[in-house]
């Protein structure tokens, strides 16, 4: 598949408004808590259900997507997406507007976030997939990086578009709506322009199918080193992005500015972090032809730099470029962990190991965020310390893990995807037609 082909455009359009309406109601959440008067743990510890829901689906999603075809979870992933923030965004109206006491509304916000921790991960896993279905290992680890890139794009243009939707009419809670409203023209656009059809895969040694062969893969040694590192980076990026927020509106208020006036300051500093992320995966990655082995090694590192920056560099500045810097870890270290593990296994796993990647998200999302933000109210310096710490660990298990310290070997027998003389996947089959 090659990345200029529509349909790794339209994958890549799904991962970016995904990425883009996530992003951008983490960018209004603190204000909403404060505005309902809520405490700043709790605002963290009520979306913990999400991540929780979410890494209990990923692995079901993975399964599915083997069985029901990429195209068919795709389409639900995004379905349950706009659900998710169409309600979450009436939910957060009901409170402000005063229509509901604060903590029916706030109820209701939790549950509409219960709804994307179900479905959130049934699009970026089945999209993984699918280009792993279509490339081969030579190939797989810079597909795998454009299309984390998407996501890259998503927490720039999310953040940033997010001041403009906070209209007098709707306030806090727009953003939500014209999220919602764009993964449903996404959905159309899958549904009517994204191929589908069989694509040959090897079939698991065993016999057995695809959804079986791949169970217990957690802890197989083959990628149990790339998920504990997953989980070690992405954790402090929850715990990095939970925070910045509250920590936005904190520099703010001591130069005297109201809560709803530091929105756009918030975005700004997410915008700083994307951009770097994007510049790591758009301008570094593909010019510096860097490895599974090398992305995660750059990533571990660069990525603690950013947490020491953002204790000893005070004020807003010291928090953006914080940020910034500890986003250009994670563009390293996201496409080093999951096209490492996917180069790791054989064909008939793509679908499992993606699954299983995926739920390191929600995993990421369920206790660090919460930890974080205590952290953070009982000192400042406390969260970006321990993610310190943790990364130190991670960079520690890029070079004791014998899975993550030797260089993957891209051997022709392993190429598990489509030779040059099979056509297009466009003809009928287990997602159905175009």
């Known amino acids: ?61 993975a399964r599915l997507s083997d069985r029901l075809g990429r195209k068919r979870v795709i389409m639900i992933g995004l379905t349950g997406f706009a659900a998710s923030m169409g309600g979450f965004g009436l939910a957060a109206t009901s409170g402000l507007e005063g229509w509901l006491g604060v903590g029916v509304a706030f109820a209701l916000m939790a549950l509409a976030r219960t709804i994307y921790g179900v479905f959130g991960s049934a699009a970026p896993i089945a999209s993984q997939a699918y280009v792993a279905d279509r490339t081969g290992p030579a190939t797989r680890t810079q597909a795998m990086a454009l299309l984390a890139s998407a996501q890259g794009l998503g927490t720039v243009i999310g953040p940033v578009l997010a001041p403009f939707f906070v209209l007098p ?26 191929p589908s059809g069989e694509v040959v895969r090897i079939p698991s040694p065993s016999g057995a199918p695809d959804h079986v062969a791949g169970r217990g893969l957690w802890k197989d040694r083959r990628v149990r080193d790339f998920l504990i590192y997953g989980l070690l980076v992405t954790g402090t990026q929850a715990v990095n992005i939970s925070v910045l927020g509250f920590h936005v509106i904190d520099e703010m208020a001591r130069t005297g500015m109201a809560v709803a006036s530091a929105q756009p300051f918030i975005g700004l500093a997410m915008f700083a972090g ?5 510049m790591v995966q758009w301008g570094l990655i ?5 490895q599974p082995r090398a992305l995660m090694r750059w990533g571990a590192a660069i990525a603690l730099l950013g947490n020491l920056l953002s204790v000893v ?32 296994v054989g064909g008939h796993e793509q679908g499992a ?22 952290l953070y109210e009982l000192a400042t310096p406390a969260p970006f310390l321990a993610n310190a710490l943790l990364l130190a660990t991670a960079f520690a298990v890029c070079f004791t ?12 027998g392993r190429d598990e995807g489509p030779s040059p003389e099979t056509p297009p996947a466009s ?7 175009r």
Not at 274 to 278: N, R, V
Not at 286 to 290: K, S
Request: aromatic share 8%.
């Open 286 to 290: 593909p010019l510096l032809q860097l």
């Open 401 to 412: 893990s014998p899975q993550l310290r030797h260089q993957l070997p891209l051997l022709a």
């Open 1 to 61: 598949m090659s990345p200029k082909s529509p349909a790794f455009l339209i994958l890549f359009a799904v991962s970016l408004i995904a990425a883009a309406g996530n992003m951008g109601l983490q960018s209004v959440l603190p204000a909403i808590g404060r505005e309902f008067g809520l405490a700043d743990t709790l605002v963290a510890a009520a979306f913990a259900v999400s991540a929780l829901m979410w890494t209990l689906a990923s692995p079901v999603w």
């Open 169 to 194: 009419l709707i306030g806090l809670a727009g953003p939500m709506y014209a999220f919602s409203a764009v993964a449903l023209a996404v959905l159309v656009l899958v549904w009517r322009r994204l």
């Open 427 to 433: 003809q009928p089959g287990p997602e159905g037609n």
């Open 274 to 278: 994307a951009a770097g992320t994007l």
């Open 313 to 344: 560099a005070p004020g807003y500045f010291g928090a953006v470029v914080g940020y910034a810097v500890i986003s250009m870890g994670i563009g390293f270290a996201r496409p080093g962990f999951t096209a490492g593990s996917s180069l790791a």
């Open 353 to 374: 190991v993606a699954g299983l990647m995926m739920s390191v998200a929600g995993l990421s999302f369920l206790a660090p965020p919460v930890i974080g933000v205590a």
